[in-house]
T-cell receptor, first 111, second 113 residues
């Protein structure tokens, strides 16, 4: 069964204090790894898709990387508006097109 | 371009009742998936529809069902509601079966009393 584990569960940062979120996964035949951002009371907002080990993608202060067993979401010089829950999900070959999500990391950036 | 829309946004029901939730995908998207989000279990896949056919199903009881119409709009139904069905129900759409990225709607918050 596909498994996704995110750590830490929660992260408190000062504005400008860079950090990384971890997403480790166990799947049969990774087809894609996805990062989403979710604000309270809203649906997840798509950020990135990574397909193969070594791939990196960037968007503003966020950078996602992928290895064969885990992915990292690096937040560089975060601002208060980066406060959200960040979700990692995988799509695996044997599971059709469903996404299997991790539990998320709640990030709070204080000014 | 309008995003995924879901109606209603909030619902309060009592145990034993049934409920129908609606989802309109992004224009041109033909695949719709449904997810349940709870504090304890996180986001869990319910089912996916494409071309009015269920293509994949998660590990939920038969009380949870869905359908898709010819215009790609989708509904999900939960019968004989239980307290544990209280959750945020999210709909996601994607262009087609070959497309990987799924885009989520705002969700329907269901409370079962």
């Amino acid at each position: 069964e596909d498994q996704v584990t995110q750590s830490p569960e929660a992260l408190r940062l000062q504005e400008g204090e860079s950090s990384s979120l971890n997403c480790s996964y166990t799947v049969s035949g990774l087809r894609g790894l996805f990062w989403y951002r979710q604000d309270p009371g809203k649906g997840p907002e798509f950020l990135f898709t990574l397909y193969s080990a070594g791939e990196e993608k960037e968007k503003e202060r966020l950078k996602a990387t992928l290895t064969k067993k885990e992915s990292f979401l690096h937040i560089t010089a975060p601002k208060p508006e980066d406060s959200a829950t960040y979700l990692c999900a995988v799509q695996a070959g044997a599971a059709g097109n469903k996404l299997t999500f991790g539990g998320g990391t709640r990030v709070l950036v204080k000014p | 371009k309008a995003g995924v829309t879901q109606t209603p946004r909030y619902l309060i029901k009592t145990r034993g009742q049934q409920v129908t939730l609606s989802c309109s995908p992004i224009s041109g998207h033909r695949s719709v998936s449904w997810y349940q989000q709870t504090p304890g279990q996180g986001l869990q896949f319910l089912f996916e529809y494409f071309s009015e056919t269920q293509r994949n199903k998660g590990n939920f009881p038969g009380r949870f069902s869905g359908r898709q119409f010819s215009n790609s709009r989708s509904e999900m139904n939960v019968s004989t509601l239980e307290l544990g069905d209280s959750a945020l129900y999210l709909c996601a759409s994607r262009l087609g079966l070959a497309a990987n990225e799924q885009f989520f709607g705002p969700g329907t918050r269901l409370t079962v009393l």
